[in-house]
């Protein structure tokens, strides 16, 4: 009796065994399955990741002014930027062909799309984008976004001349962009970088997400020079015709002359040297430009040091004349501006410039006192 029952005990252990042992291989299998799911969602994943980055800022500020002859003071907070990000690459070659996009819209108040763009480069020497980004005018414009410049403000010429600022003298504030066609390559090919380079575009030079209002297209072409990794000279040059409407309305006492014109002809000439590498940087640029009958030039120099990745300190002189025939339309700024980023993604800019008019201006001399916060993702 007693072996009869150790074998019942020692059959129904097997079969426990067996049991347990199916069991085990049951999770087994579904976990490898689950495994295998999720390695084809994270191949798939490693597929799609380079065709749709997401990255954004928000910029913030406070400016306080205060006249010097009569002590007017004004003072306020606003948010300057706040902006989202959707870019990738559409297609990478073999031999160094790409295509990629950029879709950049700012929230900061009504909502507007400030980039749009496709471009594909067959070869380094020559590419073509189309759709909505920067003209190719200025260094600053183009190479340095607003998380990049060492100063909250963009120099006078650059936000006067080349469609950046409120102030442009054609009456369009469209953040130096526009829409249009563009041709860009490079020549000599050294270290990753191109030293000849080129830019050529045609625009309908009426603003961002704007139809063309006038009779005809914009030209915008540019040439840069890049002897060593971290120095860049470069020349531009821009015509086209601006809405009188448009101009009649942002400078009325400036356009007696211009009542029986629908279209206005324009054109911005200029140049630059930038350097900027681990510890320096410094740039200079001049802009001038035939708007109607009115002749505008402007320069700015500025040069600063950079400690640690952490801490930024500059200077710069910067000079605007609105019209050269006149004597009383010219305006030189004196800036000095600190940056510290405590971490990677935040970033604490201070600016005070010092405002200066001709005697014929008939102004104040104004101080601004400028402050910025950038915070990235």
């Given amino acids: 009796m007693k072996k009869i029952l150790l074998s019942l005990l020692f059959i129904i252990g097997i079969g426990a065994a067996s049991a347990q042992t199916t069991d085990q291989q049951a999770e087994i299998d579904a976990l490898n399955e689950r495994i295998a799911k999720l390695e084809k969602r994270s191949q798939v994943w490693d597929k799609l990741k380079p065709v749709f980055k997401l990255s954004g800022y928000i910029q913030a500020g406070y400016d306080y002014l205060w006249n010097e002859d009569d002590g007017t003071k004004t003072s306020t907070f606003h948010l300057r930027r706040a902006r989202m990000t959707m870019q ?31 471009k594909y480069q067959p070869v380094n020497q020559f590419g073509v984008q189309v759709g909505q980004f920067k003209v190719p005018v200025s260094i600053e414009n183009t190479d340095y976004n607003a998380t990049k410049l060492e100063f909250i403000n963009y120099a006078q010429a ?122 320096l940087f410094a740039r200079a640029e001049f802009i001038g430009g035939q708007t109607g009958e009115f002749t505008s030039a402007g320069v700015y120099a500025q040069v600063g040091y950079k400690l640690r990745d952490k801490f930024t300190v500059g200077v710069r002189y910067d000079y605007f004349d609105e019209d ?49 916060a950038t915070a990235l993702f």
């Avoid at 080349?162 to 130096?176: Q, R, V």
């Avoid at 006149?326 to 405590?342: E, F, G, H, K, W």
């Avoid at 604490?348 to 402050?371: I, M, P, R, V, W």
């Fill in 88 to 118: 990738g690459d559409i297609y990478k070659g073999e031999k160094g062909a790409k295509a990629n996009y950029r879709l950049q819209v700012d929230f900061c108040r009504t909502p507007v799309i400030v980039d749009l763009w496709l």
């Fill in 324 to 372: 050269l025939n006149s004597n009383a339309l010219d305006q030189t700024n004196y800036s000095i501006a600190v940056s510290y980023r405590p971490w990677k993604h935040i970033r604490l800019q201070a600016e005070y410039t010092l405002q200066t008019y001709s005697k014929l201006a008939d102004k104040a001399h104004g101080n601004c006192l400028y402050f910025m």
């Fill in 158 to 279: 650059v936000q006067r001349l080349a469609h950046l600022g409120s102030g442009d003298m054609t009456g369009i504030s469209s953040t130096g962009r526009d829409i249009g066609l563009q041709f860009a390559g490079g020549f000599v090919k050294k270290d990753g970088y191109s030293i000849i380079n080129y830019e050529l575009g045609v625009f309908n030079g009426a603003g961002i997400c704007v139809k063309d209002n006038n009779k005809s297209k914009d030209i915008a072409g540019r040439l840069t020079i890049q002897p060593v990794k971290h120095l860049k000279i470069a020349g531009y040059y821009m015509q086209g015709e601006a809405n009188a409407t448009t101009l009649k309305e942002k400078y009325p006492a400036m356009v007696n002359g211009l009542n029986n014109l629908n279209y206005v002809a324009y054109n911005r000439y200029g140049g630059g040297v930038d350097y900027n590498n681990k510890y």
